[in-house]
């Protein structure tokens, strides 16, 4: 049964470091696409990021060059580290994996990150 | 990059078609294939339809989905219409690289 779970949201303040993790179980990350996307309270789905079975990543614009997306094929784990954050980076974080040029399958159950003072 | 617009809200009765539309603003739709989630209060997001029209399996026939290149837009159809389907709804299609999803749609069955 393929299940994604991801940890290390919180509260943290403006200008802070995160690293959120996606710990995935039923199939092999760096056999597959792997996105993040994510969701301000009370508000729409963002993309935030992909990384392709090579290893390539990329980034949405509001995010980039303060994001960084990575995977450890001995934990089968996706990390998502976060600097420079703003109160414009609150939201729900959720874990996907991706079917090439189909969209997302699964999707965890998303963790939270608050950017406040 | 390019827009995916989406009404705010949709509803219908029980029983009912409803169409929700997801308009893109530039490029063709028909380049790049658009999925379709469904999103109930308080849960995560689910695929309900991918490469345009697929549904995954799980996912009932009264979910149908499909494309017009002539105003440039995807559709998402629910016949049928159950008290479950009651749901925010987001299309979501691709610029290269870029993701894109549209704003969501709230649908209301009552």
């Known amino acids: 049964e393929v299940q994604l779970v991801e940890s290390g949201g919180g509260l943290i303040q403006p200008g802070g470091s995160l690293r959120l993790s996606c710990a995935a179980s039923?199939?092999?990350?760096?056999?597959?696409?792997m996105t993040w996307v994510r969701q301000p309270p009370g508000k729409g789905l963002e993309w935030v990021s992909v990384?392709?079975?090579?290893?390539?990543?990329f980034y949405a614009d509001s995010v980039k060059g303060r994001f960084t997306l990575s995977r450890d094929s001995s934990k089968n784990t996706l990390w998502l580290q976060m600097d420079s954050l703003s109160a414009e980076d609150t939201a729900v974080y959720y874990c996907?994996?991706?079917?090439?040029?189909?969209?997302?399958?699964?999707w965890g159950q998303g963790t939270l990150v608050t950017v406040s003072s | 990059n390019f827009l995916l617009t989406q009404p705010h809200s949709v509803s219908e009765s029980p029983g009912k078609t409803v169409t929700i539309s997801c308009t893109r603003s530039s490029g063709s739709i028909a380049s790049f294939n658009v999925q379709w989630y469904q999103q109930r209060p308080g849960s995560s997001p689910t695929t309900v339809i991918y490469?345009?029209?697929?549904?995954p399996s799980g996912v009932p026939d009264r979910f149908s989905g499909s494309i017009d290149s002539s105003s440039n837009s995807a559709s998402l159809t629910i016949s049928g219409l159950k008290t479950e389907d009651e749901a925010d709804y987001y299309c979501q299609s691709y610029d290269g690289i870029d993701w894109v999803f549209g704003g969501g749609t709230k649908l209301t069955v009552l």
């Open positions: 490469q345009d029209n697929q549904r």
């Open positions: 990384i392709y079975t090579g290893g390539g990543t």
């Open positions: 039923g199939f092999t990350v760096t056999s597959n696409y």
């Open positions: 996907a994996r991706v079917r090439p040029a189909a969209g997302i399958d699964y």
